[in-house]
């Protein structure tokens, strides 16, 4: 049937473009390897370029008639991290995902992705290794904070409700829009529901490319998959320090801001801050001090009170715009 291979045919593409040498023909293949519309493909889903039989890794195999049925997932090398009934669920989460004629990989691959979001430790039993990874985390917090060279935004979306699991078809599609058009940001689940996408505001190399109108985008894109939202008028600024300051429609007043601080956390700089909103495994930091975000993709809170201890507890923000974020106030 020529429309089972023309869409097949793109999906490939899709998934080329979208995941890079990360796609695969076989375990055992390398990459730049000619792939073939029938399958299977084979999607790494995290880093660890030296073993390969340390990768999580998703397997695909389309059915002759894919994608009127769902094709069948397989998931290799996830031992470490899954029992047999968390891989059995997990199984179920993604066929249930599929409907008649829509292409599920690359949807797949990203709910998989954020199943294995922490890269695998290649030797287990290297306790050294995972010592030094402390202690370089350990030494961060204690440093001074850097000059402010990185000025970054976080935009935020809101929606009536985002619901979280397999039965939710369109979150999953929202979860994967972001990822395919290279936004970086957390999602909130709840009522309401909200989505954070931090927004570069400097010339600085940081991994974040995504600009106001970026936000404008995937805010008409959400709008076509079914869950219409709102870009709220509050932008919150970040430098080097971490949270600065409340934008939009309004400025936070600074003396009354640093005596909320004080009597709360103090705050903890930018490297602290991205790796609460977006996660231990996207962040990098050099010695340097140089920040880099190496993934997109949306970290996920199950709650806006997990996103309160982030934002309130931890980087000092007054209550009254976190409420004004929620939609309470």
């Known amino acids: 049937m020529e429309d089972i291979h023309t869409i097949r045919t793109e999906e490939l593409e899709a998934l080329q473009a979208f995941y890079g040498d990360q796609v695969f023909s076989s375990l055992s293949s390398n990459p730049g390897e000619t792939l073939s519309i029938s399958g299977p493909w084979f999607i790494r889903l995290s880093s660890s370029p030296n073993k390969k039989s340390f990768v999580p ?5 389309p059915s002759d008639s894919y994608p009127l049925d769902a094709p069948t997932p397989i998931l290799h090398n996830v031992d470490h991290q899954l ?3 968390q891989n059995f669920d997990l199984i179920n989460e993604l066929l249930e995902m599929h409907e008649p004629k829509m292409g599920v990989c690359i949807m797949w691959a990203e709910r998989c992705r954020e199943e294995f979001a922490v890269d695998v430790v290649e030797n287990t039993s290297s306790s050294a290794a995972i010592e030094a990874v402390s202690n370089e985390i350990n030494d961060l917090a204690i440093m001074d904070p850097p000059a402010p060279i990185i000025e970054l935004a976080i935009r935020f979306l809101s929606y009536n409700h985002l619901l979280h699991g397999k039965a939710h078809k369109k979150e999953a599609q929202i979860v994967s829009a972001a990822s395919k058009m290279g ?3 957390f999602v909130t689940y709840g009522t309401p529901g909200i989505i954070g996408i931090l ?4 010339n600085i190399s940081t991994g974040i490319v995504t ?3 970026g936000v404008i985008d995937f805010s008409k894109e959400c709008g076509q998959i079914g869950k219409k ?5 509050i932008e919150l600024n970040l430098n080097a320090d971490g949270l600065k300051c409340e934008k939009k429609s309004g400025t936070v007043n600074a003396k009354s801001k640093e005596k909320d601080v004080s009597n709360k956390t103090q705050l903890k700089g930018l490297y602290a801050l991205l790796v609460d909103l977006l996660g231990e495994d996207k962040v990098a930091c050099s010695k340097q001090q140089e920040i880099s975000v190496k993934k997109k993709g949306l970290h996920s809170f199950a709650s806006c009170a997990e996103l309160k201890r982030v934002l309130v507890d ?3 923000m007054d209550e009254t715009t976190f409420q004004r974020i929620i939609g309470v106030a």
């Open 199 to 202: 927004v570069s505001r400097s």
């Open 314 to 316: 931890n980087q000092g």
């Open 57 to 61: 890794t998703l397997e695909i195999r």
């Open 183 to 185: 936004l970086v940001g």
């Open 83 to 85: 029992n047999s009934s």
């Open 211 to 213: 600009t106001d109108a």
């Open 229 to 233: 939202c709102a870009v709220l008028d």
